[in-house]
């Protein structure tokens, strides 16, 4: 058990030097006046008070909650049907199709965003293939579909893996016995498979939910700069405007939000728990 203490010291350091430091800073950046040194800063909530009184602020803020929403949504309609299909295919077919959804993760995130601007741009391969059946949907590129698209293709592997881990979990006794009480394949689906699933969905929710909220690179390369969110406020403070103050405020702003948001959906994982045991 020593052995195992000592090993772990290695981690702890890296930890307290690569997570617990930089959020020091961050807190004494977001509470200091600009100009201040660590050891002698002056105590401020001006950064706060800032943001919360700037209507583009919070209209921002709001884009960017709304647009973390509808790409969780989408993921969770889209990828629940895929997460099924897979759990009951053959073990063979179900590791191919994973792979098939895992193989895009393994290439960086910044490249993969980077190839949707030659997909959706004017004479792109989307709006090409369009065009074949008379279908005209004007500038796609630098739009809110664009960043949705943008976000979707990027999380939605997360949504997946999730509800197919929870599907195949699921004790398969269960589906048999609702079988032998009459209950028809939608009658199973809604009262056995879909709550039975449904940590896996809040699981899926929490992993797409909070990237997407806090994203910066997908609205700007997608969205041209015309689409900005949250993250994009905080890296334009941060590099282009210089006011780490006010960027780390609003980082921690954001670190706020992303908290609640895990409580929230911890308490409704606790309460479909709850429910799931008393039916048991």
Not at 197 to 218: N, R, Y
Request: aromatic share 12%.
């Amino acid at each position: 058990m020593k052995k195992f203490s000592q090993l772990a010291w290695p981690y702890m350091v890296w930890v307290a030097l690569m997570i617990l430091l930089p959020m020091i800073l961050i807190m004494l950046y977001a509470f200091t006046k600009p100009g201040n040194d660590i050891i002698s800063f002056s105590f401020t909530l001006d950064h706060f008070k800032k943001f919360f009184t700037d209507l583009d602020f919070l209209l921002i803020l709001w884009r960017s909650l709304l647009i973390a929403l509808k790409t969780t949504l989408i993921c969770v309609v889209l990828g629940y049907p895929v997460a099924y299909f897979i759990a009951r295919s053959s073990d063979r077919l179900r590791n191919i199709l994973i792979l098939v959804i895992t193989l895009p993760m393994w290439i960086n995130m910044l490249v993969r965003t980077y190839a949707w601007i030659g997909i959706l741009t004017k004479d792109g391969i989307l709006q090409t293939v369009l065009s074949w059946f008379g279908i005209d949907t004007g500038e796609i590129l630098y739009t809110e579909t664009a960043v949705l698209l943008g976000m979707v293709y990027n999380f939605i592997p997360f949504m997946i893996l999730q509800i197919n881990t929870s599907l195949c979990k699921m004790d398969k006794s269960l589906l048999e016995a609702s079988n032998d009480l009459g209950a028809n394949k939608l009658q199973t689906f809604l009262r056995v498979t879909l709550p039975l699933s449904l940590p896996g969905v809040v699981s899926g929710i929490t992993l797409v939910f909070l990237p997407a909220v806090s994203s910066f690179f997908i609205p700007k390369l997608l969205g041209g700069g015309q689409f900005f969110l949250i993250g994009n406020v905080i890296e334009n403070q941060f590099i282009t405007v210089g006011e780490w103050n006010f960027g780390s405020a609003i980082s921690m702003i954001m670190a706020m939000v992303m908290m609640l948001s895990m409580v929230l959906i911890r308490k409704i994982e606790d309460k479909n728990n709850g429910k799931g045991r008393k039916h048991a």
